[in-house]
């Protein structure tokens, strides 16, 4: 019989097979799980040079794979940039930057994420002139806490050449005031004529991104990820790089944009098709976000009743597209958080499957912050996944859209467990760097539904038990790159990606989840994280 190179047991071994953990060991040889068992099973399977670790009554689960993010930007905001959530005004915001940009005072960009005026008192956008008295010599690029409006000043607007003249590009708004000169807030698709310059990264930089990206993913015991839509035009010859040079301690399914570039689309999916990275479908954007009045809603705003939102690109468009890339065999992402823009999404994959036929396409719709009933049922009629990030819910007051919406529509802000419950497979991220990247917190508020202020819950109806939400981090994912014969359980034959948590989620008080950690990470068979309690028994390689 093989002989396994390491054994990890505890009293509470999570498989996602079922509902609850239970004592358990799992041996593994190489990069497999070669058996799952009891101490008895597992007995024939240690050799003379097995290494056998027991955790006690800490929770062993497969490892976390977030469904949605977005690697190297998130990074770059992660550890490069000024956080801004904390700011509670336009002034607190400001103090922030000059006490960044006075200790880094060789970046050639401030750039930093996360301000919502919503949060503040005063709730108009910021302006430029603001964060020209504390910077002028360099540019200012700041991202809103949802990454669809952003922040700069004087300088950056210079840089980009953005004058009084400027036009607005399609899908998006150069802010201006009366006098018709830029305000220096920039909305959707007019980000990008900073964003291209800010982000101009040195391969350098990109590479010291990657690590501190793949560093933080163990710690916090992600062992794959979804990165859509990169926000940095890489052309992923850095992550192949890191791949064949044995360096990604992390899976990575590539889903560049989806648009007129098939063929291009189709020599990404001949060239990224290893274990560790592979291109696996296309993500394109059907609207934008409630709090803009941008996100593509059935009915008008209740306070812009002028506007239901619109989409980013005509659904004759994005209709087209679907059609040609659904025929090509290709898994379509769409973001989609208004209900017009889940009703439109999911009329675009029932009329794909009408032309091409039916198929095990497994598109998906990202965020689904409001669905009209009716097509609750349609997720799992029409095999479209749902990819949630749990989290967004507390991301800013509920006035954010409550005061946007009809109060009929309030039961349907959100939606998480009517959709499981409708049978539609559902996977679990995080939108990193919208949100943090720690699984912990999407658990919590799956579980929990507690809003922003951390006092009062929100749509309760809607919350995962601890099970389900494990199983939409792990195997929902898995299932959502085709690869749950391979990821997403603790089964023998699959990938060893396994976590080891300090404590059992399933016996902690829901409010004890956010302050769960991550004790170990193995990836490949191979641990690439172990917290400082544990150095003395595992070698992280």
Do not use: C
């Amino acid at each position: 019989m093989t002989k396994a190179d390491i054994i990890l047991s505890s009293q509470a071994v999570f498989t996602g097979l079922g509902d609850h953990p239970y004592p358990a060991s799992i041996a593994v040889k190489g990069n497999k799980i070669v058996a799952v068992g009891d101490s008895t099973e597992i007995q024939p399977f240690i050799g003379a040079h097995t290494k056998s670790f027991d955790f006690g009554d800490q929770l062993i689960t497969a490892g976390f794979h977030d469904a949605h993010l977005h690697l190297l930007s998130g990074s770059l905001h992660n550890n490069f940039s000024v956080h801004l959530h904390a700011a509670r005004s336009q002034e607190e915001a400001v103090m922030m930057v000059k006490d960044f940009a006075e200790k880094n005072p060789i970046d050639e960009w401030i750039i930093g994420s996360g301000w919502d005026s919503n949060n503040w008192e005063n709730n108009d956008f910021p302006h430029r002139s603001a964060l020209d008295q504390v910077v002028k010599d360099r540019p200012v690029f700041l991202f809103h806490a949802e990454f669809h409006y952003a922040w700069v000043n004087s300088k950056a607007l210079e840089v980009a050449n953005i004058t009084s003249q400027t036009e607005n590009p399609p899908y998006g708004i150069i802010e201006k005031d009366r006098m018709g000169q830029p305000t220096g807030i920039l909305i959707e698709k007019a980000i990008s004529l900073v964003s291209e310059k800010a982000m101009a990264l040195s391969e350098e930089k990109l590479e010291e991104l990657l690590t501190a990206f793949l560093q933080h993913a163990a710690k916090l015991g992600v062992t794959s990820v979804n990165d859509l839509y990169p926000s940095l035009n890489t052309g992923f010859d850095l992550f192949k790089k890191f791949d064949d040079e044995g360096k990604l301690t992390a899976r990575i399914h590539l889903y560049p944009a989806l648009n007129d570039e098939l063929e291009r689309a189709k020599k990404f999916r001949d060239r990224y098709q290893s274990e560790k990275l592979k291109f696996t479908g296309l993500k394109q954007f059907i609207d934008g976000v409630v709090t803009g009045h941008t996100a593509y809603m059935l009915d008008p705003y209740v306070d812009r009743p002028d506007t239901k939102g619109e989409t980013v690109f005509s659904l004759e468009q994005l209709t087209k597209w679907v059609l040609e890339a659904d025929k090509e065999g290709f898994q379509i992402r769409f973001h989609a958080i208004g209900d017009g823009a889940v009703h439109s999404g999911l009329n675009m994959f029932a009329e794909a499957q009408k032309q091409n036929g039916k198929r095990d396409s497994r598109h998906a719709l990202e965020h689904i912050e409001i669905i009209h009933p009716d097509d609750i049922k349609r997720l799992k009629d029409l095999g479209v996944i749902a990819s949630l990030q749990p989290s967004h819910l507390a991301l800013m007051p509920r006035t954010s859209h409550t005061t946007r919406v009809d109060e009929r529509k309030y039961p349907y802000l959100y939606p998480g467990g009517s959709l499981k419950k409708a049978g539609a497979k559902v996977a679990f991220g995080t939108d990193f760097p919208v949100a943090s990247l720690n699984p912990m917190k999407e658990i919590y508020h799956a579980v929990t539904r507690m809003d922003h202020t951390g006092e009062s819950t929100w749509n309760e109806q809607e919350s995962f038990t601890v099970a389900d939400a494990l199983k939409a981090y792990t195997q929902g994912s898995a299932y959502s790159v085709f690869r749950e014969h391979e990821l997403g359980t603790l089964e023998e034959g699959k990938f060893a990606d396994i976590i080891i948590m300090n404590q059992n989620i399933f016996q902690a008080p829901p409010d004890e989840i956010l302050n769960t950690s991550v004790v170990a990470t193995m990836v490949d068979g191979k641990f690439v994280y172990s917290n400082s309690e544990n150095h003395h028994l595992l070698t992280v390689e």
